[in-house]
């Protein structure tokens, strides 16, 4: 049965106690609107525009309106039966109505570490899948333990479309659907662009496939003659297209004679537990394989739903679909995955599920000559826009958690002063800076930003690049930034953050009322167009993960704190930047940030 947030099983044993996300108090946002914003004010003049625009919102002409558009907002948040003011809105907002690529503007990737004793392909999807089935089986039966943080429990609601469940691709707003994990226990394999559906549970005895059992399976993939040359209408690349188009060319394929066979296939697909791509490739950098994992030519994708990627080579990784969960979910699933096989915990050699298989079924669509040109454009397309980003990883092993840490200094706050001076170093200024913090305490609860750049942010990177200014200056000044940073993030944690509620008040103009000067100031815009797109997860059996830039002159920086590394991985236009100097600036910032402790630390102790 499709999890329920009412259940009485662990998974959702939280739920009821969960609090209804805040409407933060007016004042209290524009006032810490006005303060991000100071370290992007160009000049006087483009503060003053801001000051008082924040003073009219307060107590001028548009302070009428806006109180209006907070009561409206507050009314919305206590309405009867709506578990959360912003959910719908956010989902539409930047998912659903969202209409360009998924790929690599909204959807993420994880690569993960390699095991040296799997060489193949097929053995590392077949054990990736048997600790997948482990999981799906504590979603489903909900008997998965509740997330808690020393605050409570955490909002589990978004497990229920980890599996069986697919976006929907729907003019002007696309859908999601979720399938019965009871009756769909079939995986959905991808070769050479070649669909075929895999039953993890034999029919005859219910029980589920060894690894052997499923290795077997998919050679049969594998070695098939069809799949020996690469399809030659790619239906799985039309998903890497923007949405509209995928729109219009998901009506050709359920329309005409061909509309009905084409509808039983592509119900097939979405109900798939998910999407493994066996790809032919052999990638081997961190940059290979991010190329790789994140789409290839997309040919051998099928980006609406989440996908575990395995070369042939035995690399494998991660995309996911972000509409309906964000990455601490997906993160989830796959530290258990990778975390059984390295601890041993997943049975490789058997027992058997007692009966002879069915070969994979072959999924075979029937479409116009149109269609197969279509697909093979949207190949190209996607190989082109790929073709223009740059991607660069770093793996910093001088230090990690462990050692920020004997410096009395949160990880995520020196990590993210590291990005502030890279940028700095690169640029010498400041940007918006976008950090993901998570809202799951609360109903429903999803993200809110941390505006990462702060005027305390300013300073230290100031300091840090003035050749006049002391050791015992610069530490001050990094320690008020990362001060500052912890602050922030707390409050956008509890829902006390200043994008959402922007959002939200935004949202509730209605016709024929004048737009407040706060949302008509330039620095609203600017400060909100995240040239540094961050975020952050804890991973040891991750070599890294990435993301696409959220603005055409921006970065994506996607970042894992370890315990005796950072990883630091960079995306961003060719046209505009270069991946390789952000990270060698971030290899250099790390570098100073530690020598700068260890000096200051020596010269105490003298």
Same mark, same amino acid.
């Given at each position: ?24 108090? *007016? ?23 801001? +000051? ?38 956010? *989902? ?48 489903? #039966? ?57 039953? *993890? ?57 061909? /509309? ?15 999407? *493994? ?42 995309? /996911?679909?972000?509409? !309906? ?11 258990? !995955?990778?975390? =059984?096989?390295?601890?041993? +915990? ?7 599920? /007692? ?36 991607? #660069? ?98 409050? =956008? ?114």
């Amino acid at each position: 049965m499709r999890a329920s947030s009412t259940s009485s099983k662990p998974m959702y044993a939280g739920q009821p106690s969960l609090p209804l996300l805040p409407v933060p108090a *007016l004042e209290q946002t524009l006032s810490k609107y006005l303060q991000s914003t100071l370290p992007l004010q160009e000049s006087d003049e483009s503060l003053a525009v801001t +000051k008082a625009a924040v003073e009219s919102a307060l107590k001028g002409k548009d302070a009428k309106l806006m109180q209006t558009l907070q009561e409206r907002l507050v009314k919305r948040a206590t309405a009867e039966g709506r578990e959360s003011w912003l959910s719908e809105w956010w *989902l539409s907002a930047a998912y659903m109505s969202y209409r360009d690529p998924v790929v690599p503007f909204s959807s993420y990737f994880y690569l993960h570490k390699g095991d040296p004793k799997v060489k193949t392909g097929v053995t590392r999807a077949a054990q990736l899948l048997k600790a997948m089935m482990a999981f799906r089986q504590l979603v489903v #039966s909900e008997d998965l333990a509740p997330e808690k943080t020393k605050t409570g429990f955490l909002c589990m609601a978004p497990y229920k479309w980890m599996f069986n469940s697919c976006r929907i691709p729907v003019e002007g707003e696309d859908v999601s659907k979720a399938y019965d994990p009871a009756v769909n226990n079939h995986v959905i394999v991808l070769r050479n662009g070649h669909f075929f559906a895999v039953d *993890l549970v034999n029919k005859v005895t219910g029980k589920e496939l060894s690894v052997p059992e499923i290795e077997v399976q998919l050679e049969k993939i594998v070695n098939d003659s069809r799949t020996q040359q690469p399809a030659q209408a790619p239906i799985g690349a039309l998903s890497s297209t923007d949405r509209d188009t995928w729109v219009k060319n998901h009506e050709a394929l359920l329309s005409g004679s061909n /509309g009905e066979h084409n509808r039983a296939i592509l119900e097939k697909i979405e109900s798939g537990v998910l999407v *493994l791509s066996l790809d032919s490739s052999k990638p081997v950098t961190y940059e290979e394989r991010s190329f790789d994992v994140y789409g290839g030519n997309a040919k051998n994708r099928f980006f609406d739903k989440q996908q575990l990627i395995v070369a042939d080579n035995g690399t494998s990784g991660y995309v /996911g679909e972000h509409s !309906m969960m964000d990455g601490t979910q997906t993160l989830r699933l796959n530290n258990f !995955m990778l975390n =059984a096989l390295a601890a041993g +915990k997943v049975e490789l050699a058997g027992p058997s599920s /007692g009966a002879v298989l069915d070969d994979p079924a072959y999924l075979e669509f029937k479409v116009s000559d149109d269609l197969a040109k279509a697909a093979s454009e949207a190949s190209d397309a996607f190989v082109s826009l790929m073709g223009k980003q740059d991607v #660069s990883v770093l793996e910093f092993s001088a230090y990690g958690k462990e050692a920020i840490k004997e410096y009395k200094c949160s990880p995520d706050a020196w990590a993210q002063m590291c990005i502030q001076l890279a940028f700095f170093k690169m640029y010498g200024h400041a940007c918006a800076t976008y950090e993901a913090s998570q809202t799951r305490k609360f109903k429903l609860g999803r993200t809110e930003t941390i505006r990462s750049a702060s005027v305390e942010s300013l300073a230290f990177c100031r300091a840090m690049e003035d050749a006049s200014c002391t050791d015992a200056e610069r530490l001050k000044l990094f320690q008020a930034a990362a001060a500052q940073h912890i602050k922030y993030a707390k409050a =956008a944690s509890e829902g006390q953050g200043v994008d959402r509620h922007l959002f939200g008040l935004k949202r509730l103009i209605q016709d024929g009322e004048t737009t407040p000067a706060l949302f008509q100031d330039p620095m609203n815009a600017k400060s909100g167009t995240w040239i540094l797109s961050t975020s952050q997860i804890s991973a040891e059996l991750f070599d890294a993960w990435g993301f696409g830039e959220v603005t055409p002159k921006g970065f994506g920086v996607a970042y894992c704190i370890k315990e005796n590394s950072l990883v630091f991985t960079i995306m961003c236009l060719k046209e505009e930047h270069i991946a390789s100097r952000f990270t060698h600036c971030l290899s250099q910032a790390g570098l100073e940030l530690r020598a700068l402790h260890d000096r200051v630390l020596s010269t105490t102790k003298l």
